[in-house]
T-cell receptor
Framework: ETGVTQTPRHLVMGMTNKKSLKCEQHLGHNAMYWYKQSAKKPLELMFVYNFKEQTENNSVPSRFSPECPNSSHLFLHLHTLQPEDSALYLC??????????????FGEGSWLTVV | AQSVTQLGSHVSVSEGALVLLRCNYS??????LFWYVQYPNQGLQLLLKYTSAATLVKGINGFEAEFKKSETSFHLTKPSAHMSDAAEYFCAVSENDYKLSFGAGTTVTVRA
C-alpha cells in the first residue's frame, strides 16, 4: 500500500480524446511531481509543484496540462495525444524541507496507451 | 549538474548468490544518493539513501550500499538473492531539495 494513490491504473485513449490522470497523496507533503517512464528510457521529470505552485516544467508539450488544486491532489489533463505518449505516468510527492536528501515517494503509476 | 551511470542494464543471478548492482555518480557538490526498486506493475520504492552520514547504508529487504568518494561510486549489494528480488533497480542523485536525477535502471532476474 502506498501513500500516493493514482487513478486510473490503466487508460486507453484515442488521439482525439480528452482524459485526465488523478493523483492523491496522504503523506502531508507539500511537493508533488509527474514523471514519465517509457520503455528503455530513464525516468523523465515532467512537472513539479510546490505548495500548489508549478516550479518546474521540463519542456513538456502543451498536450499535457497539469493542475494542482491543493497540496494533496495533482491532475494531468491529456488531449490530442500521440502514440509515442504511451507510457507509465508516475505521480510522486515529497516533503520540501530545505537542503537535499528529501525522499520522493511514488505512486503505482497509470499505464497510458494511445491508439 | 549531477548525474548517475548504472553499469549493466541487466543482471542475472542464481538464488542464494550475491547481488551487485553498480552505480557511479558525477556531482559538483557532496552528493546525496538513492537506490529505488520497481517491482513489476508497481511504482518506485525507496531501498536506501546516503545523506553524508555513515558511508555504509543499510536498507530494506537486506540490501546495503557503500558510498566511496574516491571511486565516485554507490554500489548496491545483497549477500543472498531471493526470487522476490527480481525487479528493476534505479540509482539516483539529488540535484537540489526536490529534484532527483535517475540512472537508466538495471533489471535483475533471479534463477532458481
Amino acid at each position: 500500500e502506498t501513500g500516493v494513490t493514482q487513478t486510473p491504473r490503466h487508460l486507453v485513449m484515442g488521439m482525439t480524446n480528452k482524459k485526465s490522470l488523478k493523483c492523491e497523496q496522504h503523506l502531508g507533503h507539500n511537493a508533488m511531481y509527474w514523471y514519465k517512464q517509457s520503455a528503455k528510457k530513464p525516468l523523465e521529470l515532467m512537472f513539479v509543484y510546490n505548495f500548489k505552485e508549478q516550479t518546474e516544467n521540463n519542456s513538456v508539450p502543451s498536450r499535457f496540462s497539469p493542475e494542482c488544486p491543493n497540496s494533496s491532489h495533482l491532475f494531468l489533463h491529456l488531449h490530442t495525444l500521440q502514440p509515442e505518449d504511451s507510457a507509465l505516468y508516475l505521480c510522486a510527492s515529497s516533503p520540501r524541507r530545505a537542503g537535499r536528501g528529501n525522499t520522493i515517494y511514488f505512486g503505482e503509476g497509470s499505464w497510458l496507451t494511445v491508439v | 549538474a549531477q548525474s548517475v551511470t548504472q553499469l549493466g542494464s541487466h543482471v542475472s543471478v542464481s538464488e542464494g548468490a550475491l547481488v551487485l548492482l553498480r552505480c557511479n555518480y558525477s556531482s559538483s557538490v557532496p552528493p546525496y544518493l538513492f537506490w529505488y526498486v520497481q517491482y513489476p506493475n508497481q511504482g518506485l520504492q525507496l531501498l536506501l539513501k546516503y545523506t553524508s552520514a555513515a558511508t555504509l547504508v543499510k536498507g530494506i529487504n537486506g540490501f546495503e550500499a557503500e558510498f566511496k568518494k574516491s571511486e565516485t561510486s554507490f554500489h548496491l549489494t545483497k549477500p543472498s538473492a531471493h526470487m522476490s528480488d527480481a525487479a528493476e533497480y534505479f540509482c539516483a542523485v539529488s540535484e537540489n531539495d526536490y529534484k532527483l536525477s535517475f540512472g537508466a535502471g538495471t533489471t535483475v532476474t533471479v534463477r532458481a
